[in-house]
């Protein structure tokens, strides 16, 4: 079994790493593997404490029955763009990309599998997460490529490893961010004290550089489009939380569960107002850039219209501002 490591898990101890790709398998069963001389990475054995890199190609060998794979289901999949190397599809909030933390069924990988079969999808993210190359968060919509072939996987993880990869969000943040465009570059690390958390207060978290500007000003919120240099985990829900703006909606970095606007309280969204609006890219093969634009979600889009409509904001304002995203 070969995994290859993304920029998202760097940093990670091997034995960590393992058991997040592998949930079946144990830590104890794990370092039973090491120990065994079963788990080699980029050819050589490691001790669990070793903290993986970008790029990285983890192998093992487990001389019992591999775990299952993960079954196909008939879920609907908004394809952007497709051909016999890669695919781009619009995630849609709700959604976990792979099998994990208990959750089985419902994938982005189920549907993949459903639509391509495990013969049309790159293996060398295993039998639960064959052809990820990325992920966004369960309650994160928007644009994801993935690989079809070994070949797509392999170049693809290579650019998304040296920054090639241009992604660009849209996010609605709780709170007006001062002036019209900046950089955010605090590094991001595990909270320590809840472990479902990033943090950006801790000396020893990792780089991370997110770019933003303004495209519209609310009483009390701020559309945004943010471009990511890096790609921690919960890097932009982590870095305007920092900034005391979290996004709309995501209540475990502060956002509250119903926002208040022109003062009448919102029903709750329900999702995270953060959307993958855009993915550019060279094709893995023929190296030609690829630029795939993934639409704002209805419910996006009938929100910020509602939260205009009580802050009395002219509609042509929402209208200027929604017609990139639409």
């Known amino acids: 079994m070969e995994f290859i490591v993304t920029a998202e898990d760097a940093g990670q101890r091997l034995d960590v790493y393992l058991v997040a790709q592998l949930p079946e398998l144990s830590r104890s069963r794990i370092k039973g593997l090491m120990d065994e001389g079963r788990i080699e990475v980029d050819g050589r054995a490691r001790k669990a404490s ?170 009390g919120f701020s559309l945004i489009e943010a471009r990511l240099h890096t790609g921690r985990t919960h890097q932009i829900r982590v870095h305007f939380s920092a900034l005391g703006c979290p996004v709309v909606g995501d209540t475990l970095y502060g956002a509250p569960r119903q926002e208040r606007a022109g003062g009448q309280l919102l029903p709750p969204l329900g999702r995270n107002f953060l959307q993958a609006a855009r993915l550019a890219f060279a094709h893995p093969r023929t190296k030609k850039r690829i630029e795939i634009r993934a639409p704002l979600p209805p419910e996006l889009a009938v929100y910020l219209r509602t939260i205009g409509c009580a802050t009395k904001t002219e509609d042509a304002l929402i209208d200027a501002a929604l017609k990139e995203f639409l």
């Open 50 to 219: 070793h903290h993986v890199e970008p790029g990285e190609v983890v192998r093992l060998e487990i001389p019992e029955l591999a775990p299952p794979g993960v079954e196909p289901e008939p879920i609907p999949l908004d394809v952007l763009y497709e051909d016999t190397d890669i695919a781009v599809v619009n995630k849609p909030a709700g959604m976990i990309v792979h099998p994990g933390a208990g959750v089985r069924s419902g994938t982005l990988v189920a549907a993949l599998l459903y639509r391509y079969g495990v013969e049309g999808l790159s293996s060398i993210g295993g039998p639960l997460r064959p052809a990820i190359v990325h992920r966004l968060d369960k309650e994160t919509s928007g644009a994801m490529v993935v690989a079809r072939t070994d070949a797509a996987h392999r170049s693809l993880v290579e650019d998304f490893r040296d920054r090639l990869v241009e992604k660009t969000y849209v996010a609605l943040l709780h709170g007006e961010m001062k002036g019209n465009a900046g950089t955010v570059d605090l590094p991001v690390a595990r909270d320590l004290r809840r472990r479902s958390r990033m943090t950006a207060r801790r000396r020893e978290g990792r780089e991370a550089r997110t770019d933003w500007r303004k495209r519209l000003r609310l009483p």
